[in-house]
């Protein structure tokens, strides 16, 4: 069955440093996004994409994030400058309709990041 | 605005017992409900969504029922096993999705 992919599986990068976090969505997919989850605490929503453009965001998306379809394949969230709070587990999920559609989104196995 | 909620936070119950976990939601203006499962260092696996039109989605042991009125959804496992101790997450879909935090499920052998 086909899977969302994402890679470092767990990422260590010193305070203020940028950081690029990788997914590879499946393929026939078209709505991408991401999520965090520190640690203890709930799934939180970032960002959904469509159609190479962000679609929504929430409050925790501030200027320091950014997210990009480089090519067909690869959907990436940029940290500019990393803070201590940025410490979380990230997910990347896609899906074939929005969310008010009948499909799923599928989620792959999270980047842990660690900001020192 | 919307906050999800369920309970209880852990459960522990043995093999082969039937269970039912909770979710409540305080608006019911939802697009779906889905319901996901956690394992521990692992992304989220989706198990049943549920458009706000539907009353219940099963998918073999797995049945998961709607009630947008009153802002509650269950899931039920039937003939619970080992292999089904995870985190079990719901999550509505209104403007944005909203997560719970999660019912921590351990089956004991």
């Known amino acids: 069955e086909p899977e969302v992919t994402q890679t470092p599986s767990h990422q260590v990068t010193q305070m203020g440093q940028e950081v690029i976090l990788r997914c590879v969505p499946i393929?026939?997919?078209?709505?991408f996004y991401w999520y965090r989850q520190i640690l203890g605490q709930k799934v939180e929503f970032l960002v959904s994409?469509?159609?190479?453009?962000?679609?929504?965001k929430s409050e925790i998306f501030d200027d320091q994030f950014s997210v990009e379809r480089p090519d067909g394949s690869n959907f990436t969230l940029k940290i500019r400058s990393t803070k201590l709070e940025d410490s979380a587990m990230y997910f990347c999920?896609?899906?074939?309709?929005?969310?008010?559609?009948?499909?799923?989104?599928?989620f792959g196995d999270g980047t842990r990041l660690s900001i020192l | 605005k919307q906050e999800v909620t369920q309970i209880p936070a852990a459960l522990s119950v043995p093999e082969g017992e039937n269970l039912v976990l909770n979710c409540s939601f305080t608006?019911?203006?939802?697009?779906?409900l889905q319901w996901f499962r956690q394992d521990p260092g692992k992304g989220l696996t989706s198990l049943l969504l549920?458009?706000?039109?539907?009353r219940e989605q099963t998918s073999g042991r797995l049945n998961a029922s709607l009630d947008k009125s009153s802002g509650r959804s269950t899931l039920y496992i039937a003939a619970s096993q080992p292999g089904d101790s995870a985190t079990y997450l719901c999550?509505?879909?209104?403007?944005?999705?909203?997560f719970g935090k999660g019912t921590r499920l351990h089956i004991l052998p």
């Open positions: 994409f469509y159609n190479n453009e962000i679609s929504e």
């Open positions: 608006d019911s203006a939802i697009y779906n």
């Open positions: 393929s026939n997919h078209l709505y």
């Open positions: 999550a509505v879909w209104d403007d944005k999705i909203i």
């Open positions: 999920a896609s899906s074939t309709t929005r969310r008010t559609g009948n499909q799923p989104q599928h």
């Open positions: 549920i458009q706000s039109s539907q």
